[in-house]
């Protein structure tokens, strides 16, 4: 049971954390340089992360830390945490902010899902979608 809402736990906690801490970067500190010591943080508890977890394979690990797929995770992150700095600068609400962009984002991986990775669209994902585009217009409101 841990292997499975472990994962899900952290990451709640962690989107909890990292949304209320964001909100509450000083306005006076340039986003760029707030995201240097982000990473630089991130860095270092990543190094922790990596010596503390026990390796997941078998084999001697080959794998590239700088794998393109892991260089686009790299990009995406930074995009996305300094979007969130920006738009809570721009006064967004906390409470809608994650919302809305992180339903758009689900409504986009859909199709990307079915196309690129032969996800099936059942009836129950389809209502799905539809209440989170009912969930995204309320909250502009």
């Not at 472990?6 to 962690?14: E, R, S, Y």
């Not at 270092?44 to 393109?68: E, F, G, K, M, N």
């Not at 986009?108 to 196309?115: K, M």
Request: with cysteine.
């Amino acid at each position: 049971m841990i292997k499975l809402l472990g994962p899900i736990v952290l990451t709640i906690a962690g989107g909890v954390v990292y949304h209320l801490a964001a909100k509450s970067v000083p306005k006076s500190l340039n986003p760029a340089l707030a995201l240097v010591g982000v990473y630089t943080t991130a860095l270092l508890a990543s190094a922790i992360a990596y010596v503390c977890l026990p390796s997941t394979t078998a084999a001697p690990q080959t794998a590239r830390p700088w794998d393109p797929m892991v260089v686009a995770v790299g990009l995406g992150a930074v995009a996305i945490e300094l979007g969130y700095l920006l738009i809570y600068r721009a006064a967004w609400p906390i409470s809608i902010a994650s919302v809305m962009t992180n339903g758009i984002v689900a409504l986009l991986l859909v199709p990307i899902g079915i196309t690129l990775f032969g996800e099936q669209l059942s009836p129950a994902r389809i209502l799905g979608v539809v209440l989170c585009l009912a969930g995204v217009s309320l909250l502009q409101r």
